[in-house]
Each structure stands twice: as C-alpha cells, then as structure tokens.
C-alpha cells in the first residue's frame, strides 16, 4: 500500500497563512514596539538596575548600618564607620541613579526610535533635491 | 516504574477525549484531557497534523529568508552612507542637521536603514524564538514556596503546554505524527512518540549509553506500533499521546528544567507505554535500566543548565573573605588553618551535589530553629563532605535562610588545629581561632571529624570538646560538625557537646541514589580520562560495591570502583572508549578477590569439572563433594540467597576420613590456594572469653581473629575444626553468620559473611556411625539418627537447623586406604622427582602398606604414620648413605624393601 500525501490541499491555505503572517506581521510592527517591545524593554533596565542594586548591597548596607566595619567597635570605629557608610552609600545612591538615568534614556531611545527614523526618513524623501540625485544616479 | 501514572489524567465532559470529537469540542478547546499541575489544568491545546507541521516548517525557513534579505538591504544602505559620507569635502557638515534632513539620497537610505533596522529587531524578537522558558525556570527556593501557595488560584483554568516545549521536543512530536501517517495509524500514541524520540538525536545519546542497537529494536518496535488501530487520515494525538505531552511538562517542571526537552516526553512516554516495556524488558533492556539512562541524559542536560546560572549568581558573592556588608575582620590565623569553602564554590572548584534534598532540608532547618549548631553523622563515604559541599553553593547562590546570608562557610583543618602536642597550646590556639569566628562575624564553621577533638585519636589529655560546647553556648557561632556513628556513640554522644548540636542522621545512598550519584559525577570522571561510561558500568558498580565492597559507605566506594574502571579502561584500550560492566567487575575482583565477572567458559568448565577434581584429592565420600561442588556452582551462577553465606555445611565423621583434606582441595581447587581459607581450631575456644578472640573485645579497634580474616578477604572458606569443643556462646554467634550473612564485631563494624563458605568438622556421634556402619546402616538413616539422638546433647537443633548440609563422612573401607596409599606414594613420586629422582611402587608393597595402616577407627591417620616410617625414613637412609643419586630410580618392594636402579654410566 502507498499513501500520497495531498501537497495541493495544503499549499494554498499555506500560502494564503504566510502572506497574512508577513504582512500582518508589518502591522503589529507598530503596535508590538510600542507595547509588548516597550514593556519588556521596561522590564529589562527594571531588572538591570535591580542586579546593580544587588550587587551594591543596599540593603545589605543599610541594614548594618550602625554595625562596625572591620569589627571595629570601639567609639572611633564606629563613629567613623557610620560615617564611611553613610558616604558610601550616597556615592553608591547616586551611581544607581545615575545608571537609572542611562537605562531610562535607552528605553526612552527605543520609544523613539522607530518614528524618528521614518520620520527622518520620510522628510529627506519629500525634498526635491533627493529625486533630482535618484534621476541623476539613474541617469 | 508506573509512578506517572497515579497522576490521575482528567478527561473533557463534553468530548470524552475522543480525538476526532475533541477537536471542535468549545467547553475543552480542542485538549481533551490534562493533568492537575502547579501552572493549572495542563493541556497540549496545539493541532499537530500536516497543515500545522508545513506551516511551522515553512515559517522557520521563509523567517530565515526574509530576516537574511532585511539584514543585507539594511547592511547594503549603511555601507552607501558611509561611502558616501567619507567622501564629503568638509565632514564638518555631518554635524549640521541641515545635512540629515535636506534630502541627500545617502542619507535617506541611512535613515530607512535604522527604521529597517527596528524592523529586524521587532522581527527577530517575536518571529525567532521558538519556545518559552518555564515558569519555575531560575526561581529560589522561596519563589517557589510562593508559587505552590498559590496553586490552588490556578487549578481552575486550562495552561497549554506546547509553547514550552522546545524545538527539538516538537520536532519529536511532529516526527511521532509522520511516523504514525508512514505507518497508516489513526492516532499517535504514546508508543509512537517513544518511537519518535527513540530515533532522534538524543535518543541516540540514549541508545549508546544504554548499549542499544538501534537496528536490533527497530523491528519489534515497529510491531508494537503496527498493533495500534490502522486507518486512513487523518491522524490524531491519542488521548494517552496528549497526557504524556502534559506529564513531560509537568515532569519538565518538577525538574527545574528550562524548557520541555525529548527527554521527558522520551521518559514519560515509555512510562506510559506497557507494551513497550515489555518489548524492551525482553530484548534485555529492563524498565528500571531505560527510565535510569534517561534520568542520567537529561540530569547531564539540566546540571549545564545548572551551572550557568550559578555562574551568573556567583558574580555577586564576595572574591574575598570580606562580606559585602563590610563588617567582617581580617581572620588570619583562621585562614591559616581553614579552607573557604564559599570561595571555592564560587571559583567553581565544587561540583553540585545530586539527591540528599530530605537531609538538606533537615540542615535547614535545623539551621533556622535557633538552636542553629548541627552535627552530620554518617559512615565514611556516605557524602556528608557533598552534603556541606551542595550548602556552600546554596550560600553562594544566597539561596539561603537569613542566618546564612552573606556568611562564608569555613572548613577547620581540626587536625592541624589540636597538633601542637601540647594539650595547653592547642586549647590557646582553639580559643584564638574562635574569638577571630566571633569578631568576624560573617563565618559559619565546618568541622570535619568532631571526635578529633576530644582527643579520639590521639588517645591523651587533648579535650576541646567541652571548650568547643562551653562556645557554642555563647550563641555568637554557627557550626556544621561531621563524624561517624561510631564516634558519636563513643566520644560525643554522652558529654555536653552532644546537648548542644543538632543530630542529622546522613545514611548511606541506597541503589538507586547511588546510581544518581554515578550519573552526576560520571561527567568529570569521564573528561578526565577521556573515557564514556556505559549505563551497564554504572549500575555493576553501585549493585557490586553495595554488595561486595565494605570499607567504605556509598556513594563513595561505587565512585571509587568508577573511577579506578575509567583508568583501567583508558589504559587497556586507549582513549574515547567506553567503560563496561566487565571493567568495573575487574576492578571489583581485584579489590575484594571475588569473581563477579560474568563467568568465563574455562572458569564454567572448571566448575563443571569441580567434583572430578575434588575426587583426585578425597576418596570416597560422595555425598560430601558432590553437597560442596553443588553450593558453589549455584553461588556462582547467582542462584542462592543474597543474604547468608555462600554455604553452610556441618561434615560429621570419624577422624582421618578426609573432612578437612575436602575443605583444603575445595580451598586450592576454587579458590585459588590451599592457604585460601580462614581455619579456627575450636578446641582453643573453649571458655567465655574466648568470644572476644573471635570478634574483637569492644572498643578494641584491632577487631577479633575471625572478623579480622574475613574483613580482608570476604571470598574465602571458613572452617570451624572440632566444632563441638568450642563453648556454647561462640556457636550463638555463628548462628548469626549462618542466618543472616554477617556479623558485628567488637567496635562495632558490621562484617559481611555472604561470601563466605562455612564449613564445621566434627567427630561428635563417632562410635554411633561406626557401629551403624558396620551394620551395613544406609548413610541417611545415620544422619537421622545423629540428628534426632547422638548429637541433641552437644548441638541446639535450631543451630543444626541452619546447616544447609549436615555430611556424615563415613568411615575408610579398605579399598579407600589403598586409593589413598596409592595417592600418598604419587605425593612422594612427585617429591623425589623435584630431586632429580624416580620412584615408583610395586602393587603388593602398595597394598601391604595399606593393610598395615588400615584401622576403621582412624581413618587415614595411621596409614601416613606407616608410609612415613617405612617408606620416607627408608628414603631418607639411603639419601644420606649416599646410596641414590640422580636419575636413578627407586623400588618399593613388598616388604618395605627399596630397590636402586642406578641410572646408567655417561
């Protein structure tokens, strides 16, 4: 016995399946970006900036805070361990909100992307000087 | 084996399951059935038919076309601009926005690079990846308490499982689908997705560990799928094919795994498949061998995955013995005496430890009660170093409770601690070492072999054991102690640092965490020698190490036979070969001298030779070779009891009938040497006290003469001569040995006897069997009669009961004497022979001798007596009268005459 698999029953709906995930695909261009891309670019500098608060140990910080350094606990160390903590920590604070503003700016930057470029894109092509060039490059 | 399936799979009202009706059913969607999992009702909601497959497969290629041309226009464009752009007069002009809007054509193309670019991104995002990663994939433990709270809120609602599943396991479902169409099948069933795994990359991997061959299964596996119901198209998931789907996801997922790989399905589908286990069990493949193989495959899979997000964790810990809350001190003196174990996880130096999740568990507990100090105890070998080994990479992880967090786990050489010799030095340098764990403050302790302390070895004054309570009691330290169950009940168990630890009981690995333990650490034993393991290798090694090696707990000693086999393989055959099962009963062999090779055709012919053999060296005494030579070929072929002695026999007889000459041919025919048996004259174990001679007076750490013997060599022979001498408290401890295999000996370690053959000798009941054999008794009646009346006063009947054979030897007939005669004479042939001399002896002066020393109530005895006087010191007369040399030959005569034929003249 031999089974011949009907190509043509599947081609067709195949065919029809494709050019709709293409092109519906250019569709959801836009709104993907600006949603589920947007979020997860969101969710990402969120995450980012969670592994650098880790790895700064805040909460580690803050938590000792009144607790020695170097197990110094004399009034001297701790005075001056308190004071060393408390420094470090704003040093530590304003580099987590300097590294918040680089990771905003980079999801501030994918937002903008797209429209800029065709933005961009869509004004050199609307000047005269860019069809000129075309038909000279075309000669 | 069946384990998955009291997973009860729930069937949809509305279409039964039913494949065909299922599809348009609205109240399941199209699943049909599920499985109750943390993520909800799992379903494969997904339509697997040829449409879906064209579809999938044409995507995947079309995708790869059309992000291949993106790329290059977008490449293309940019390559324009910058050619263009360099070849500005003045490229000052880039830095005016005059430039990047005034419509230069270069630039426009620039532009819609960037725009085709976000394109890409947004294509590359949504259209690439194929698979997702599951829900539990990189969570902590307290995610997952989370996760499991809030179980109940999902049940309710339906969880498809398919997107989780990744490209490589929907492959193997795609290819389940074409297999049953190629077949003319109307369903895929779980058959046909084992089929499919089977044939796939990883079912490969499987096949060589497993030491499949892919053509020998290929045809009884087609028949089982052949039996499956026939019929035209289309082809459906069966039911059982849907509810395997969702128990590899939740299989997947009970496992940690990142997606659902061909191993699941591959695991649950043989799982859910009888016929196919059948198949495979008759082919030589049983159930628990194939579900093992494909634990190991995907174990191999899941510890990289492991590993790589360990790594990621891992950055963030500490490279230094500081913490990262800064309140630690510098530990020098500790350093010096220390390993941190942390740091060495961290660096990667420690591999996962595999199992043990009860005994973790119990740690943690243990750790947040608050009474916080634990102490592990467990035989040498059974994995407590792993046990802290697995807590290190947990703090490492900070994958800890509180009391762990940002903490270090440091490893006290103790040893080196309490070497100083002088007790007062040690105690000082102790304290020290305490107060920089106090001050410090970040460190939790290990301390290996606690016992050390209380001067265990060392046997003198050195106690720091009361130091190290009287610190524990101050609260300001964390420690994790080790020691063995004998230490503990000897040097701890009854003093005040008992009372402030917490007992974890670490016991050794059974057989099938064993074989996990090979599994997980195979890995690196296998890089090292540039060998592969096959899964036959791992399992003699954890079934023969429990069995037949006893110095060490598992896992340890089956790693150790593991590891010697690897050697052992990669220099008998070089490089890149695989380990077997007949490597690792080698190494097995050599280590304890039992043959757990499979038998060898010349080693079966001697077995079947064995009673011949035995008959050349014991005359007569049929019944008695033929009880032995039987016990052993079933001991060899596997045939008896696991759990008591190879055999137990009692021979009874007359003294000088060959009792003991039969356990010394048996000892130099099978076990290799005369000198190969352990041998007690029982008439020295005559009082109480001698017990302790046989097992060890308790605490000595020498052991007794017997458990000692055996210990060293467990393949051997032991004889118990004159056995009713010895007292009766020493055949209460054997009845132990006779029963149950082993024996405990005065420290305390368990002695394995299950290798051993026990023979005791006894002429107890000796008139009685030579007046009944004078009366033409047959031998049974005798035995009956021994064992009812004669020997009732001087055995119980419940140790008489465990003799798997009592032999009565029966008494020397004349002709026996003369065989015997006739083999002590061959014996002095072959001695004068060694000098150079020949010898040999008339018929007649063979029979005198014989007839000379024949006495019925002596046996043989006499008959050495008079060869001795008349023939070796005749012998002897001559040599030293130099009457004989060499080459000549010499005569017995009748008479006791010895005639020299001098040999001729050169």
């Known amino acids: 016995m031999c089974y011949n698999i009907d190509v043509n029953s599947h081609l067709k709906p195949l065919g029809k399946y494709l050019l709709i995930d293409l092109l519906g695909s250019i569709a959801w261009f836009p709104v993907w970006w600006y949603t589920v891309g947007l979020k997860r670019q969101a969710v990402k500098a969120v995450r980012a900036l969670e592994y650098r608060y880790q790895a700064y140990g805040f909460r580690i910080w803050i938590r000792n805070f009144f607790v020695p350094m170097y197990g110094q606990y004399d009034f001297g160390g701790r005075a001056i361990s308190i004071l060393m903590r408390f420094v470090v920590l704003i040093g530590r604070g304003i580099a987590l909100v300097v590294e918040g503003l680089v990771l905003s700016l980079g999801v501030a930057v994918w937002a903008a992307a797209p429209t800029l470029f065709l933005v961009f894109a869509l004004t050199n092509l609307s000047k005269g000087l860019f069809m000129e060039q075309v038909k000279f490059l075309l000669g | 084996m069946q384990e998955n399936q009291t997973i009860e799979a729930i069937v949809c009202k509305g279409c039964g399951g039913e494949p065909r009706l299922s599809a348009q059913c609205k109240l399941c969607g199209g699943a049909g059935i599920g499985v109750a999992g943390t993520d909800g009702f799992l379903v494969w909601e997904e339509r697997v038919d040829e449409f879906m497959i064209a579809l999938r497969k044409a995507r995947r290629q079309i995708n790869a076309f059309f992000h291949l041309g993106l790329l290059a226009v977008v490449l293309v464009f940019l390559v324009l601009f910058a050619w263009q752009a360099n070849r500005l007069e003045d490229l000052g002009e880039l830095q005016t926005l005059a430039f990047w809007v005034s419509g230069y054509w270069y630039v426009t193309l620039f532009w819609f690079a960037c725009f085709f670019g976000t394109f890409l991104v947004f294509r590359l995002s949504e259209y690439s990846v194929e698979s997702k990663a599951l829900p539990n994939w990189g969570k902590t433990h307290r995610q997952l308490e989370h996760e499991e709270k809030i179980a109940e809120k999902k049940a309710g609602f339906r969880f498809d499982v398919a997107p989780y599943f990744s490209v490589t396991a929907r492959d193997v479902v795609e290819s389940a689908y074409n297999l049953a169409k190629k077949l003319q099948r109307t369903e895929v069933t779980p058959q046909t997705l084992f089929a499919a795994a089977l044939a796939s990359p990883s079912g490969g991997v499987f096949m060589v560990r497993l030491g499949m061959q892919f053509d020998k299964v290929k045809e009884p596996i087609t028949n ?95 490279k230094s013995t500081m913490n990262r809350a800064m309140t630690a001190q510098q530990t020098s003196l500790l350093d010096r005496f220390s390993e941190d174990l942390t740091l060495m996880a961290r660096n990667g130096y420690i591999a996962p430890a595999v199992g043990r999740q009860k005994e973790l568990a119990e740690m943690l507990r243990g750790i947040e009660s608050g009474r916080r100090s634990l102490v592990l105890v467990g035989e040498p070998g059974s994995g407590k170093t792993a046990l802290v080994e697995e807590l290190a990479r947990m703090m490492v992880e900070e994958n800890v409770p509180p009391e762990l967090f940002d903490r270090r786990l440091v490893s006290v050489n103790i040893a080196q601690v309490v070497a100083a010799g002088d007790p007062g030095m040690a105690a000082e340098r102790f304290l020290s070492l305490m107060h920089e764990v106090g001050v410090s403050g970040n460190i939790v302790l290990v301390m290996n072999n606690i016992e050390s302390l209380t001067g265990a070895g060392l046997g003198g004054p050195m106690d720091l054991a009361e130091m190290l309570a009287s610190e524990l009691d101050k609260g300001y330290l964390l420690a994790i102690c080790t020691t063995t169950p004998q230490a503990w009940t000897r040097y701890i168990e009854r003093r005040s640092l008992a009372n402030k630890l917490i007992k974890i009981n670490i016991p050794e690995t059974d057989y099938e965490d064993t074989i996990k333990v090979l599994m997980a ?146 000892a130099a025919e099978y076990f290799g040497s005369e000198e190969a048996m352990v041998r007690l004259d029982m008439s020295e174990y005559q009082d109480k006290a001698s017990v302790y001679r046989v097992i060890g007076a308790p605490g000595d750490d020498r052991g007794g003469l017997l458990t000692e013997a055996v210990r060293n060599k467990p393949y051997t022979i032991v004889l118990l001569d004159e056995l009713e001498k010895a007292h009766p408290d020493i055949l209460t401890l054997f009845l132990q040995v006779m029963d149950d295999g082993r024996l405990t000996d005065g420290v305390g370690r368990t002695v394995d006897f299950t290798n051993v053959m026990l023979i005791a000798t006894s002429n107890a009941g000796t008139p009685f069997i030579q007046a009944e054999v004078t009366k033409n008794t047959p031998l049974e009646q005798i035995k009956r ?73 002596y046996g043989a005895r006499p008959l050495r007596r008079v060869i001795q006087e008349k023939v070796d010191t005749a012998l002897a007369d001559l040599m030293l009268q130099g009457k004989v040399g060499r080459k000549d030959t010499l005569i017995l005569e009748p008479g006791g005459n010895i005639r020299v034929e001098k040999a001729p003249e050169l």
């Open chain 2, 224 to 318: 089982v799928l052949l039996a499956d119901d026939a019929g035209n198209p289309p082809v459906h998931l069966s039911r059982d094919a849907k509810k395997v789907l969702a128990l590899a996801y939740a299989d997947a997922r009970a496992n940690q795994r990142r997606h659902v790989e061909v191993m699941e399905i591959f695991l649950q589908a043989f799982k859910n498949s009888p016929k196919i286990q059948d198949v495979l069990d008759q082919l030589g493949f049983p159930p628990e061998h194939v579900v093992h193989v494909g634990e190991w495959i995907r174990l191999r899979s899941k510890l990289k995955e492991d590993h790589d997000r360990f790594q990621a964790l891992a950055a963030l810990k500490p």
């Open chain 2, 521 to 666: 650490r195979s890995g690196l034993i296998e890089y090292d020698n540039k060998v592969f393991f096959s899964y036959a290798a791992l399992d003699k090694a954890a079934a023969l190490s429990e069995r037949f090696v006893h110095e060490k707990a598992s896992p340890e000693r089956a790693l150790d036979i593991i590891r010697e086999a690897a050697v052992l393989a990669r220099k008998s055959r070089g490089k890149k070969t695989f380990v077997t099962a007949d490597d690792v009963a080698k190494v097995v062999h050599e280590k304890t001298n039992i043959p757990v090779e499979s038998m060898t055709t010349s080693e079966a012919s001697k077995l079947m030779n064995l009673e011949q053999k035995l008959h050349e060296r014991v005359i007569g005494q049929e019944e008695a070779v033929q009880a032995v030579s039987r016990a052993l070929k079933r001991s060899r072929a596997e045939l008896r009891e696991g759990k008591r002695p190879i055999a137990n026999f009692l021979f009874l007889g007359p003294t000088g009938v060959g009792k003991t000459e039969l356990t010394k041919a048996l």
């Open chain 2, 785 to 857: 009669g021994l064992l009812e009346n004669e020997l009732k006063g001087i055995f119980r009947p419940e140790f008489l009961n465990r003799f798997d054979g009592v032999i009565v030897f029966r008494p020397l007939t004349m002709d026996d004497v003369t065989q015997i005669a006739w083999l002590m004479i061959n014996g002095i042939t072959r001695r004068l022979a060694e000098k150079g001399m020949n010898f040999r002896a008339e018929d007649s002066a063979v029979e005198e001798l014989a007839k000379e020393g024949f006495d019925p109530l």
